[in-house]
């Protein structure tokens, strides 16, 4: 089964800042990755998917980049509502799995 | 807009089964191209998928759960439903639905999934 890696597990940023967060799988996955932000006690929220396709209604500074096994996650400037856990998800492979996430803090 | 809505059975006592519905609002199940599925999270850990199903009664569950998992639909009230067999304390988590909008592929489902429930807290305990 195919395993994916998520680093940092913490990033303390300060508001305005660029976030780089890292999904790394055990198997290529072409571009089918997809990126969730969750903040506590809510449901994930769809932000990337396909590796680099923005999902409905989200800002232009949540960009995804990469294919194959490397994938990265960036947020340009860090708002203070964007601090919270951020998954990654694959589909290239059966069953669809989770990253075991990385949480992104206040500085 | 798609809105789904988990109902809330709360606390389950070992060995019993849990039950749960989804009502979806906003879009039919009965929609082609969508897989409507369960996904849980234990506390403070990280994310499963459960199993998913089509209108058609097409079902696709995560096989360390398949042999406890039923998964429903009922296309009349718009609702899906989980039931997962002999619980135990491991089973506590908060449950999700969610919308898939994914793909067969050699008879398994790949997809992500774009719109989400709340979320409901189910615990196991006697």
């Known amino acids: 089964e195919i395993v994916l890696t998520q680093s940092p597990a913490t990033l303390s940023l300060s508001p305005g800042e660029r976030a780089t967060l890292s999904c790394r799988a055990s198997?290529?996955?072409?571009?089918?990755l997809a990126w969730y932000q969750q903040k506590p006690g809510q449901a994930p929220r769809l932000l990337i998917y396909d590796a680099s396709k923005r999902a409905t209604g989200v800002p232009a500074r949540f960009s995804g980049s990469g294919s194959g096994t490397d994938f990265t996650l960036t947020i340009s400037s860090l708002e203070p509502e964007d601090y919270a856990v951020y998954y990654c998800q694959q589909r290239g492979h059966w069953p669809p799995l989770f990253g075991p996430g990385t949480k992104v803090d206040i500085k | 807009q798609v809105r789904l809505q988990e109902s809330s059975p709360g606390l389950v006592k070992p060995s019993q089964t849990l039950s749960l519905t989804c009502t979806v609002s906003g879009g039919s199940i009965s929609s082609g191209g969508y897989y409507w599925s369960w996904i849980r999270q234990h506390p403070g850990k990280g994310l499963e998928w459960i199993g998913s199903?089509?209108?058609?009664?097409?079902?696709y569950y995560n096989s360390s759960l398949k042999s406890r998992v039923t998964i429903s639909g009922d296309t009349s009230k718009n609702q899906f439903s989980l039931r997962l067999s002999s619980v135990t304390a491991a089973d506590t988590a908060v449950y999700y639905c969610?919308?898939?909008?994914?793909?067969?592929?050699?008879?398994?489902?790949?997809?992500?999934?774009?719109?989400w429930g709340q979320g409901t807290l189910v615990t196991v305990s006697s």
């Open positions: 198997q290529s996955l072409s571009t089918y």
């Open positions: 199903i089509h209108y058609s009664g097409n079902t």
């Open positions: 969610a919308r898939a909008p994914g793909e067969i592929w050699f008879g398994q489902l790949l997809s992500y999934f774009d719109y």
